[in-house]
């Protein structure tokens, strides 16, 4: 009845798989598919990475949320099949109920329905993580997920925060129901203060709160997921669980098998995946997340209904049926294998993400180019996609024939250029932050009319400002608005102490040298930073406790002030940037008078605004004074 | 200068690299192509392999023999290579030595010169495969060949094969300088009566006769050649030694490691391989196909400058490094390892020729995607090319985790499927020699008013002319030209007694009732086959002693001849088919009148045409008749 004729699962001709999308996960399908004789028709961008790698006159140009190219794209495909959650199921439902109109050879109209694997349903479900939650919450099998509930959006958000809180407690999780992924879109609130930022951060979304649930790893499983025509299942199979690493919201390691993890609970992983794949509809190749909690089990986080980053090493470590094979198979219905046994010890994947510059991630690919190990394999993947920060661009995997810890050791080189990658890129992107036209305009007035201090120009930082992870950026924001508003210029960086012990004792040793004055250091946990630096350095170094995960920041806390005799460190409170600035400041105005002058300023306003406060809660009382309060909100 | 940013080694771009020839070589070189970013532009037809499986705007459509659109592609490439030695040398000389002209951006006309490798010097060598070998005969290395002699064309041949008789003895090899390759433009050459048969076979191309080297075994090793952009030779590394199986002139299975080698062997295989690969000139990877004689030592055959099918089990056995990345990481000059050691314990590679119909390797196909090991893994390959009888239209690759041996036995069920197929497409290919429209024509008019078999019709076979190996079929050929001149319906079939046991023994066991009258079975070697079917069958069985690689055709003749009493089977000398179809025609003549009243004129002429001999010879002399047989050769 179609154009085309049916395929017969691959009895006679080229099957051909209508994706919709065609970034990277397609580009590997295509990959897959070539040797296979399968035909995959991509609608996308005329170029996409996924078309590439694939050459056949069935393609479509343009969106693929585009209900009129989905329907185009439909009427010349054997199967539907999708790349990204993120697409419309009302056309995907329609089509699958009504099919689509095709044009006969004689002219004549008839109906074509490609099944759609997985199924809209599935996609729907998922579209919506407190449904997805919710569906599994009440389905047959037991499958645990944190406790949950939806928040009223608009006037009522607020009241609906607060019910959260009476019931999960502090903290608790805030995300959005809708259309995020990697773990963007999630904000920890860890007070009823906390409660406007939140919804500030997360915008106009539909949201849901989640009892907080402190987590010792997180962990994937990929599954295949098979029925018949007639949506019966057949067969659930996991591949072996991964150790999931993610940074910045992004997932940027996966380490199979997970390190540290018994084997029983990687078994037991694999099982509860199987349980939540099996709940739902239609055909394919399923990521299932979860978290290993401090108890040791498991808890769901959520399912994307497609191949994903954490199977990425299957193409090497399972190379009889990767995730992307596995996906071509299960959508036409071809028998996938009952165990998915890897055929390597153990494997990295190490995503390339796009860095500060175009070319930042040229050496790590050219490091995957031209490394052989005797126990260990190198494989390299790019996506021909534009470089820029932070995008998926490729990835590397290393497969080996030992354990995982031999194999991280040989990763070493990879993993480190990884992070300085990474830590360039947040560098740059923390520089932007620095507003250098004012820099460069007070510069030109010549402001304050203050000694300049000898040998010193006012585009030579005088504070360096650095963390052990871009994750502290957010907490050390006020105190640069601070060094803003106070016109100090200042350096950024990123120098872990853990990661990039040798780059920070270079940067110690040599801010001094660089006319640095004062160094501030935020850094959280185990927060060796702000010490390591003082151990380096002759200048005053204040150091930021940062509340991480546990502990609330008294990790933080006692890791920095704790300094043994000799080694001084300037603590300030937990996440204070703001009087880490000010305590930089005041030091830079006992020898640069503008900045003591503009100090005691900033001191007289603090003192007149809690004055007029004070007045004006004496005058109108404390309930005008509330009501007030409100409204600034 | 050129049009393109010169890469700098993929310092900074996607390099291009220019391929002429798109086929299956040059697809999976594409496959290779797309995870590493690099860019391959194809010279070929439209929709050709290598194109549907890499989507660039510069590919070039047209012949990769075109000198125009060699120089087009070369215009748009970083680097030129060919998937192909047959391939005009002239013109990459002239794009060497004086480049090509390009537009730049500016309208001003510049000079491009990619480099090409491997060189077309070494092409333009092993075109000749006579030259090939003094090459390697002169070389300062000491590489065995085969003793040989250039073959004079024309009215001279005759002469020069005698010469090449007397140097070499009987049989030797007489083969095609140029054009062929897979082991056709070969002849063996037993007796001064070939001569003119064999230059008839090998047409008007230059020919080079070779000493015979009776081999054990042929054995390939691929080679990785790297050099400086100077010429000078970096390294040579060699992939495993493997054996290669030809049939009907085609490589068909490869075996890693060879079957009942000794490692050693294999050892001087790799080293012997690199020791011919770096008397070459270029970069690339090298096939190079080597005899192991009956005393144990190598002699070399061929090479190939380019990815071979004795290679394409490194895609999965060498996964980090297979015969088409190392063509990429060559070419381009990117270091490539020291070893090359399998991550697999054993390999073996299945051609997919097409079968007798279109759809003939669809059920190869089948087997290859359903089925899965625990100790080893099918890895299906398909070209997308359109199906034709021996065309290569994919491949097969099992590895293993055991030894070679219970490798064999897990592909028992591929091997015999490949088998049954190849005997399917020869019996089809045989089947077209009968003349059925003189069958039918001989039917209409009821010829010799021959009083017709009971139940019998002139479509329905009475000689069912069988064979172990279609490597049987030339000996038969004469025996059917007989029963076409006879006019006798025959039924053509493959049953090997040992490939094909169960379908020979059907075959059999249901000739009578299917109205055979008389079976004649040809066979070679350990000849099975008559006797085998002569105990399964009531009625008379011919045998055809074939004459076999070695001993001449005596082990087929006491094969047959020397049944037990009871099951008799009717010997006739070796090769002698014509006897074999006579004895069939007695046989049906002593119930068939026609046939042995059509057997009494043919006995009459014989004996006329002798008559006349005798007279000329007894008239004319010894000279004279000596004279006229050479004008009539």
């Known amino acids: ?55 056949t006159n069935r393609h479509v140009t343009g969106s693929f949320k585009d209900p009129v190219k989905i329907r185009e794209l439909a009427a010349r495909s054997d199967y539907l099949s999708v790349e990204i959650e993120h697409v419309e199921t ?13 044009k ?120 295949i997921r098979t029925e018949d025509d007639e949506g019966n299942l057949r067969k659930c199979v996991a591949y072996p669980a991964v150790e999931t690493i993610h940074e910045d919201s992004i997932c940027t390691k996966v380490f199979m098998p997970p390190r540290g993890v018994d084997d029983n609970v990687c078994e037991q992983a694999r099982k509860l995946a199987c349980d939540v794949i099996s709940t739902l509809w239609g055909r394919g190749v399923f990521a299932v997340e979860m978290f290993l909690l401090e108890d040791g089990s498991l808890m769901i986080n959520e399912v994307a209904p497609r191949p994903h980053n954490s199977g990425h090493y299957t193409i090497e470590a399972v190379p009889y049926m990767s995730q992307y094979k596995a996906q071509l198979y299960s959508v036409l219905d071809l028998p996938v294998p009952d165990e998915l046994t890897p055929r390597v010890s153990s ?32 494989y390299l993947h790019l996506y021909n996609k534009e470089s820029k920060p932070t995008r998926k661009i490729g990835h590397i995997t290393l497969t080996g024939f030992s354990s995982i810890e031999d194999l991280e050791k040989a990763a070493e080189p990879f993993i480190s250029m990884v992070d300085q990658i990474r830590e360039e ?45 871009d994750s502290d950026l957010p907490v050390l924001k006020a105190g640069l608005d601070i060094l803003k508003e106070f ?10 102490a853990h990661r990039t012990p040798k780059y920070m004792m ?67 409170g937990i996440n204070n940037s703001t009087n880490a600035a000010l305590l930089a400041i005041r030091i830079l105005g006992s020898f640069i008078p503008q900045y003591q002058e503009h100090m005691s300023r900033y001191q007289l306003q603090m003192e007149e605004a809690v004055i007029e406060k004070g007045g004006k809660l004496r ?15």
Chains 1, 2 share one sequence.
Request: hydrophobic share 40%.
């Open 425 to 469: 890129r947040l560098a740059a992107s923390a520089e932007q932050l620095r507003p250098q036209e004012e820099a460069k305009a007070s510069n030109k007035t010549n402001p304050g009319g203050a000694n300049p201090v000898e040998g010193n120009n006012s585009d030579q930082p005088l504070v360096l400002v650095t963390m052990g992870s």
């Open 90 to 102: 009302e056309v995907l439902e329609d089509i699958e109920k009504n099919g689509v109109e095709i």
């Open 619 to 633: 005058t109108g009382g404390d309930v005008a004074y509330l009501e007030g309060m409100k409204k600034t909100k």
């Open 347 to 378: 494997s990295i994947m190490l995503n390339i993400l796009g860095g500060a510059a175009p070319n930042s991630h040229h050496k790590l690919a050219r490091l995957a180019r031209t490394t052989y190990g005797d126990d260990f394999d190198v």
């Open 506 to 572: 270079k940067v110690a040793g040599e801010a001094a040298k660089k006319g640095i004055k004062v160094i501030i250091a935020a850094a959280g946990g185990a927060a060796h930073l702000p010490g390591m630096i003082s151990s380096e350095t002759p200048l005053p170094v204040i150091g930021v406790p940062v509340k991480a995960t546990h502990l609330d920041g008294l990790d933080s806390l006692l890791s920095i002030v704790q300094m043994p005799r000799g080694v001084p460190t300037a603590t300030v």
């Open 104 to 223: 006969l050879a004689d002219g004549s109209v008839a109906i074509h329905k490609p099944p759609i694997h997985p199924s809209w349903r599935t996609i729907r479900l998922i579209q919506d993580k407190y449904l997805q939650k919710e569906h599994f919450r009440t389905s047959k099998t037991k499958i645990p997920i944190a406790d949950q509930m939806a928040i009223e959006s608009g006037e009522s958000a607020l009241k609906s925060l607060q019910e959260a809180a009476d019931k999960f407690g502090f903290p608790f999780m805030l995300k959005a129901r809708k259309g995020s992924y990697d773990g963007r879109g999630n904000f920890k609130v860890n007070s009823a203060e906390d409660f406007a930022p939140a919804i500030e951060a997360l915008g106009k979304l539909p949201l849901y709160a989640e009892k907080w649930a402190p987590f010792v790893k997180e962990l994937a499983v990929m599954v």
């Open 487 to 496: 016109k100090v210029p200042y350096a950024l960086d990123i120098t872990s």
């Open 1 to 55: 009845m179609s154009l085309r004729q049916k395929s017969d699962k691959m009895g006679s001709s080229n099957p051909v798989i209508g994706l919709l999308g065609g970034g990277q996960l397609g580009r590997m399908l295509c990959e897959a598919a070539n040797p296979l004789g399968i035909d995959i028709a991509i609608l996308d961008e005329k170029n996409s990475p996924a078309k590439q790698a694939h050459n």
